[in-house]
T-cell receptor, first 114, second 111 residues
Framework: GQSLEQPSEVTAVEGAIVQINCTYQTSGFYGLSWYQQHDGGAPTFLSYNGLDGLEETGRFSSFLSRSDSYGYLLLQELQMKDSASYFCAVRVFLYGGATNKLIFGTGTLLAVQP | DGGITQSPKYLFRKEGQNVTLSCEQNLNHDAMYWYRQDPGQGLRLIYYSQIVNDFQKGDIAEGYSVSREKKESFPLTVTSAQKNPTAFYLC??????????FGSGTRLTVV
Protein backbone atom coordinates (compact mmCIF):
# COMPACT_ATOMS: atom_id res chain seq x y z
CA GLY A 1 0.00 0.00 0.00
CA GLN A 2 0.84 3.66 -0.07
CA SER A 3 1.06 5.59 3.17
CA LEU A 4 2.51 8.80 4.57
CA GLU A 5 2.89 9.60 8.25
CA GLN A 6 3.25 13.01 9.84
CA PRO A 7 2.45 14.33 13.33
CA SER A 8 -1.13 15.45 13.79
CA GLU A 9 -0.35 18.62 15.74
CA VAL A 10 2.61 20.84 16.53
CA THR A 11 2.68 23.95 18.72
CA ALA A 12 5.38 26.62 18.71
CA VAL A 13 5.84 30.27 19.64
CA GLU A 14 6.39 33.27 17.43
CA GLY A 15 9.96 33.65 16.27
CA ALA A 16 10.83 30.02 16.92
CA ILE A 17 11.84 27.25 14.50
CA VAL A 18 9.67 24.19 13.96
CA GLN A 19 10.28 20.99 12.02
CA ILE A 20 7.46 18.84 10.62
CA ASN A 21 8.52 15.31 9.73
CA CYS A 22 7.08 13.02 7.09
CA THR A 23 7.83 9.35 6.51
CA TYR A 24 6.42 7.51 3.54
CA GLN A 25 5.94 4.05 2.09
CA THR A 26 5.08 4.23 -1.59
CA SER A 27 5.92 2.59 -4.86
CA GLY A 28 7.04 4.56 -7.88
CA PHE A 29 8.36 7.47 -5.81
CA TYR A 30 9.23 10.54 -7.81
CA GLY A 31 9.42 13.38 -5.29
CA LEU A 32 8.16 14.88 -2.03
CA SER A 33 6.12 18.09 -1.92
CA TRP A 34 4.78 20.26 0.88
CA TYR A 35 1.51 22.20 0.92
CA GLN A 36 0.05 24.73 3.34
CA GLN A 37 -3.67 24.96 3.97
CA HIS A 38 -5.35 27.59 6.09
CA ASP A 39 -8.64 26.58 7.65
CA GLY A 40 -11.26 26.09 4.94
CA GLY A 41 -8.98 27.30 2.19
CA ALA A 42 -7.12 26.02 -0.83
CA PRO A 43 -3.84 24.18 -0.31
CA THR A 44 -0.90 26.18 -1.61
CA PHE A 45 2.34 24.69 -2.87
CA LEU A 46 5.38 25.38 -0.69
CA SER A 47 8.26 23.24 -1.89
CA TYR A 48 9.41 20.17 -3.76
CA ASN A 49 12.33 17.77 -3.29
CA GLY A 50 13.13 15.42 -6.11
CA LEU A 51 16.65 14.65 -4.96
CA ASP A 52 18.22 14.14 -1.54
CA GLY A 53 19.17 17.23 0.36
CA LEU A 54 17.88 20.57 1.47
CA GLU A 55 15.84 23.07 -0.54
CA GLU A 56 15.47 26.58 0.84
CA THR A 57 12.76 29.10 -0.03
CA GLY A 58 12.83 32.11 2.25
CA ARG A 59 11.79 31.14 5.78
CA PHE A 60 10.83 27.63 4.63
CA SER A 61 13.20 24.77 3.93
CA SER A 62 12.48 21.19 2.99
CA PHE A 63 14.68 18.12 3.23
CA LEU A 64 14.55 14.69 1.64
CA SER A 65 16.36 11.43 2.28
CA ARG A 66 15.18 8.84 -0.24
CA SER A 67 17.17 6.03 1.39
CA ASP A 68 15.30 6.65 4.66
CA SER A 69 11.94 7.41 2.98
CA TYR A 70 11.90 10.54 5.08
CA GLY A 71 11.55 14.25 4.68
CA TYR A 72 10.83 17.32 6.72
CA LEU A 73 9.63 20.87 6.42
CA LEU A 74 11.48 23.48 8.47
CA LEU A 75 9.81 26.77 9.25
CA GLN A 76 11.98 29.53 10.68
CA GLU A 77 11.12 32.83 12.33
CA LEU A 78 7.57 31.66 12.91
CA GLN A 79 4.78 34.18 12.47
CA MET A 80 1.17 34.02 13.59
CA LYS A 81 0.11 33.73 9.95
CA ASP A 82 1.99 30.43 9.70
CA SER A 83 -0.75 28.80 11.80
CA ALA A 84 -2.21 26.33 9.32
CA SER A 85 -2.22 22.68 8.30
CA TYR A 86 0.84 21.39 6.48
CA PHE A 87 0.66 18.37 4.21
CA CYS A 88 3.44 16.30 2.78
CA ALA A 89 2.64 14.68 -0.55
CA VAL A 90 4.48 12.06 -2.54
CA ARG A 91 4.48 12.14 -6.32
CA VAL A 92 4.23 8.67 -7.77
CA PHE A 93 4.30 7.49 -11.33
CA LEU A 94 1.50 5.49 -12.87
CA TYR A 95 1.24 3.34 -15.94
CA GLY A 96 4.94 2.97 -16.53
CA GLY A 97 5.64 6.64 -16.11
CA ALA A 98 3.08 8.05 -18.48
CA THR A 99 1.18 9.84 -15.73
CA ASN A 100 1.70 10.71 -12.11
CA LYS A 101 -0.37 11.63 -9.09
CA LEU A 102 0.07 13.07 -5.61
CA ILE A 103 -0.62 11.03 -2.49
CA PHE A 104 -1.18 13.23 0.55
CA GLY A 105 -0.43 12.69 4.20
CA THR A 106 -3.12 13.41 6.79
CA GLY A 107 -1.65 16.79 7.65
CA THR A 108 -0.01 18.50 10.61
CA LEU A 109 -1.88 21.31 12.33
CA LEU A 110 0.63 23.98 13.36
CA ALA A 111 -0.45 26.39 16.06
CA VAL A 112 1.79 29.43 16.51
CA GLN A 113 1.35 31.12 19.86
CA PRO A 114 2.35 34.67 20.82
CA ASP B 1 -5.16 36.81 -13.07
CA GLY B 2 -4.81 33.13 -13.82
CA GLY B 3 -6.27 30.58 -11.49
CA ILE B 4 -8.84 27.93 -10.78
CA THR B 5 -12.46 28.77 -10.07
CA GLN B 6 -14.68 26.33 -8.26
CA SER B 7 -18.39 26.84 -7.84
CA PRO B 8 -20.49 26.85 -5.87
CA LYS B 9 -18.61 27.45 -2.63
CA TYR B 10 -21.33 25.68 -0.63
CA LEU B 11 -23.70 23.05 -1.94
CA PHE B 12 -26.48 21.12 -0.29
CA ARG B 13 -27.70 17.83 -1.67
CA LYS B 14 -30.78 15.86 -0.84
CA GLU B 15 -30.67 12.10 -0.52
CA GLY B 16 -30.79 10.38 -3.93
CA GLN B 17 -29.90 13.53 -5.84
CA ASN B 18 -27.06 14.01 -8.30
CA VAL B 19 -25.11 17.26 -8.08
CA THR B 20 -22.37 18.71 -10.27
CA LEU B 21 -19.41 20.71 -9.02
CA SER B 22 -17.81 23.12 -11.44
CA CYS B 23 -14.07 23.59 -11.96
CA GLU B 24 -12.69 26.05 -14.50
CA GLN B 25 -9.05 27.05 -15.03
CA ASN B 26 -7.46 29.71 -17.21
CA LEU B 27 -3.88 28.59 -16.60
CA ASN B 28 -3.64 26.60 -19.81
CA HIS B 29 -2.73 23.52 -17.78
CA ASP B 30 -3.18 20.12 -19.36
CA ALA B 31 -3.64 18.05 -16.20
CA MET B 32 -6.56 18.46 -13.84
CA TYR B 33 -7.51 16.62 -10.65
CA TRP B 34 -10.36 16.21 -8.20
CA TYR B 35 -9.63 15.55 -4.54
CA ARG B 36 -11.88 14.93 -1.59
CA GLN B 37 -10.96 16.11 1.92
CA ASP B 38 -12.73 14.95 5.06
CA PRO B 39 -12.32 16.75 8.41
CA GLY B 40 -8.86 16.26 9.85
CA GLN B 41 -7.82 14.16 6.89
CA GLY B 42 -5.55 14.45 3.91
CA LEU B 43 -6.67 14.75 0.33
CA ARG B 44 -7.78 11.66 -1.55
CA LEU B 45 -7.79 11.49 -5.33
CA ILE B 46 -11.17 10.94 -7.00
CA TYR B 47 -10.45 11.40 -10.73
CA TYR B 48 -7.76 12.95 -12.88
CA SER B 49 -7.34 13.98 -16.47
CA GLN B 50 -4.05 14.43 -18.30
CA ILE B 51 -5.54 15.76 -21.55
CA VAL B 52 -8.86 16.71 -23.09
CA ASN B 53 -11.29 13.83 -23.66
CA ASP B 54 -9.34 11.52 -21.38
CA PHE B 55 -9.69 10.85 -17.65
CA GLN B 56 -8.78 8.12 -15.21
CA LYS B 57 -10.19 6.88 -11.91
CA GLY B 58 -8.31 7.79 -8.78
CA ASP B 59 -8.36 6.01 -5.44
CA ILE B 60 -11.99 6.70 -4.48
CA ALA B 61 -13.89 7.04 -7.79
CA GLU B 62 -16.97 5.02 -6.83
CA GLY B 63 -20.10 7.19 -6.87
CA TYR B 64 -18.47 9.97 -8.88
CA SER B 65 -18.23 10.82 -12.57
CA VAL B 66 -16.34 13.44 -14.58
CA SER B 67 -15.98 14.78 -18.09
CA ARG B 68 -13.22 16.69 -19.86
CA GLU B 69 -14.66 18.12 -23.05
CA LYS B 70 -12.62 21.32 -22.86
CA LYS B 71 -9.13 21.98 -21.58
CA GLU B 72 -10.42 24.65 -19.22
CA SER B 73 -13.20 22.65 -17.60
CA PHE B 74 -13.32 19.50 -15.47
CA PRO B 75 -16.74 19.15 -13.77
CA LEU B 76 -17.36 16.52 -11.11
CA THR B 77 -20.75 14.88 -10.63
CA VAL B 78 -21.53 13.35 -7.25
CA THR B 79 -24.13 10.70 -7.94
CA SER B 80 -26.68 9.12 -5.66
CA ALA B 81 -24.43 6.05 -5.58
CA GLN B 82 -21.97 7.96 -3.39
CA LYS B 83 -23.21 7.01 0.07
CA ASN B 84 -21.21 9.48 2.10
CA PRO B 85 -20.74 12.58 -0.06
CA THR B 86 -20.46 15.20 2.68
CA ALA B 87 -16.92 16.56 2.31
CA PHE B 88 -14.76 19.38 1.01
CA TYR B 89 -14.00 18.96 -2.70
CA LEU B 90 -10.89 20.45 -4.22
CA CYS B 91 -10.03 20.79 -7.88
CA UNK B 92 -6.42 21.22 -8.97
CA UNK B 93 -4.42 21.64 -12.13
CA UNK B 94 -0.79 21.23 -13.03
CA UNK B 95 1.59 22.21 -15.80
CA UNK B 96 5.12 20.91 -16.28
CA UNK B 97 6.26 22.36 -12.96
CA UNK B 98 6.16 20.42 -9.72
CA UNK B 99 3.39 22.23 -7.89
CA UNK B 100 -0.34 21.79 -8.16
CA UNK B 101 -2.60 24.84 -8.20
CA PHE B 102 -5.78 24.34 -6.21
CA GLY B 103 -9.15 26.01 -6.39
CA SER B 104 -10.81 27.36 -3.25
CA GLY B 105 -13.04 24.30 -2.93
CA THR B 106 -16.70 23.35 -2.70
CA ARG B 107 -18.16 22.24 0.60
CA LEU B 108 -20.89 19.68 -0.05
CA THR B 109 -23.40 18.74 2.62
CA VAL B 110 -26.15 16.14 2.44
CA VAL B 111 -29.41 17.32 3.99
Amino acid sequence: GQSLEQPSEVTAVEGAIVQINCTYQTSGFYGLSWYQQHDGGAPTFLSYNGLDGLEETGRFSSFLSRSDSYGYLLLQELQMKDSASYFCAVRVFLYGGATNKLIFGTGTLLAVQP
Amino acid sequence: DGGITQSPKYLFRKEGQNVTLSCEQNLNHDAMYWYRQDPGQGLRLIYYSQIVNDFQKGDIAEGYSVSREKKESFPLTVTSAQKNPTAFYLCASKDRSYGYTFGSGTRLTVV
